[in-house]
T-cell receptor, first 115, second 115 residues
Framework: DTEVTQTPKHLVMGMTNKKSLKCEQH?????MYWYKQKAKKPPELMFV???????INESVPSRFSPECPNSSLLNLHLHALQPEDSALYLC??????????????FGPGTRLTVT | AQSVAQPEDQVNVAEGNPLTVKCTYS??????LFWYVQYPNRGLQFLLK??????LVKGSYGFEAEFNKSQTSFHLKKPSALVSDSALYFC?????????????FGSGTRLSIRP
């Protein structure tokens, strides 16, 4: 199974809402990532979890809160977002973060719209 | 600082013709180079990678890429384009000098194959 799944596929939320994005992989990968992607732009790294510990936070605003409950699951909790946070949010995984030659496997993304 | 450049925003090719999508990079030390493809409303999909060894790397869907150290390039190629190859292509690089080095994506090239 080389699939990364993400739910929901689409999410519309108001600026006062709290919601969560979910990501799951069953490839035994020990690194998991959150990316934000604007239209026709490359993905921007937000967070990296390595062995279920937060390794990288790319100075992401605190209204985004990641969580890694176990080695297969990754959540992104959203609160008090701004309209400019509207984007495609991609989850990815790789065998390890420190393995520089490991490719990443991406989920299909969650299309988030903040109204 | 490491960087990767995709000098063409868009490449247009007729079906059946060869295609090339260009990528140049700048890193300290040896690079690990990747190509990913993104179809509309989907996540990125790994195509191929160069780690070491043979400069010509073969990947998925008939794509290949040639690593050229002197020109610091890693161009993606396919001998005969298909309409289904139309998508957004990203080149990416990681530097080998540190296990903490981050993956850097190029700005992306939109490949359009006309029937």
């Amino acid at each position: 199974d080389t699939e990364v799944t993400q739910t929901p596929k689409h999410l519309v939320m108001g600026m006062t809402n709290k919601k969560s994005l979910k990501c799951e992989q069953h490839m035994g990968h020990r690194a998991m990532y959150w990316y934000k992607q604007k239209a026709k732009k490359p993905p921007e790294l937000m967070f990296v979890y390595s062995y279920e510990k937060l390794s990288i936070n790319e100075s992401v605003p605190s209204r985004f809160s990641p969580e890694c409950p176990n080695s297969s699951l990754l959540n992104l909790h959203l609160h008090a977002l701004q309209p400019e946070d509207s984007a495609l949010y991609l989850c990815a995984s790789s065998q390890e973060y420190s393995g520089l030659d490991y490719e990443q496997y991406f989920g299909p993304g969650t299309r988030l719209t903040v109204t | 600082a490491q960087s990767v450049a995709q000098p063409e925003d868009q490449v247009n090719v007729a079906e059946g013709n060869p295609l090339t999508v260009k990528c140049t990079y700048s890193v300290s030390g040896n690079p690990y180079l990747f190509w990913y493809v993104q179809y509309p409303n989907r996540g990125l999909q790994f195509l191929l990678k160069y780690i070491t060894g043979d400069n010509l790397v073969k990947g998925s869907y008939g794509f290949e890429a040639e690593f050229n150290k002197s020109q610091t390039s890693f161009h993606l190629k396919k001998p005969s384009a298909l309409v289904s190859d139309s998508a957004l292509y990203f080149c990416a690089v990681r530097a080998s000098y540190s296990s903490a080095s981050k993956i850097i994506f190029g700005s992306g090239t939109r490949l359009s194959i006309r029937p």
